[in-house]
């Protein structure tokens, strides 16, 4: 069984990856497993947090052992994470999964974040969390891929492809479309955060934005930036 694991950071395209990734036959995908789990764990707030910790396992290792390395009815496996949310958890299993990092321009995620987190912190976006999760990987020899959301914009075909060499499974055309509109395999947080995202019925074209950094938020995006400019050498580029 092909197990893959994408690490994301926040307001990503990570969902339009899951999306992208539920249009194959041959594989099945789950929506921020580790979710619950964070929450528990660090007691930060979210919207929607009853909800959420109602409706899934909060236990993390639990989780790891009955879904992440459970069975399951497809051949392939794609578990949309994020990487804060790896917290309290024995890395162990990642040695036998597909593990692709999503990485974005922290200026861009972060200013997106705090629209929905009010004064978000650097533990909060995942990205120093990315480049140590990035360094184990690469020491144990199981980074499968870097993808970074610009260049996957700018040639979905093209960065699709190659992540699909990457985890050992073949290109399906079908990866680039999906309906508009919310969809089975969302989690129970989907209100809060996908109303973009159901809009769209593919992969939106890459456009070159201004983005006005809100006041309080600069040290974090430069410090952000410090651990984005060691991970995008290593991320797939677009051809």
């Not at 197990?3 to 036959?25: C, D, E, G, K």
């Not at 009955?66 to 009815?73: A, E, P």
Request: hydrophobic letters at 40%; a negative charge; aromatic letters at 10%.
């Amino acid at each position: 069984m092909n197990r893959i694991n994408l690490w994301a950071s926040p307001r990503n395209v990570s969902t339009a990856l899951m999306y992208s990734f539920a249009q194959r036959r041959d594989t099945q995908v789950f929506d921020e497993p580790l979710y619950g789990h964070y929450l528990a764990y660090t007691g930060i707030r979210h919207p929607g947090q009853e909800e959420i910790l109602s409706s899934m396992e909060t236990n993390g290792q639990k989780v790891v052992e009955n879904l992440l390395l459970g069975t399951h009815t497809h051949p392939v496996v794609f578990f949309k994470q994020m990487t804060h949310h790896l917290v309290g958890i024995d890395w162990g299993f990642l040695k036998v999964c597909k593990n692709v990092l999503l990485i974005r321009d922290p200026a861009a995620f972060i200013t997106s974040y705090a629209k929905v987190i009010d004064s978000p912190t650097l533990d909060d976006i995942g990205i120093k969390q990315q480049w140590e999760l990035c360094q184990h990987l690469q020491s144990s020899g199981h980074l499968t891929a870097v993808l970074d959301a610009r260049e996957l914009l700018l040639n979905p075909t093209n960065v699709l492809g190659q992540l699909c060499e990457s985890i050992g499974i073949p290109f399906d055309h079908n990866m680039l479309s999906w309906e508009a509109g919310a969809r089975p395999e969302d989690g129970v947080w989907a209100p809060y955060w996908y109303k973009n995202v159901h809009t769209s019925t593919g992969f939106q074209p890459y456009k070159e934005k201004e983005i006005l950094i809100p006041e309080g938020l600069s040290g974090l995006v430069e410090e952000a930036s410090t651990y984005y400019e060691k991970l995008y050498p290593l991320a797939l580029k677009a051809k």
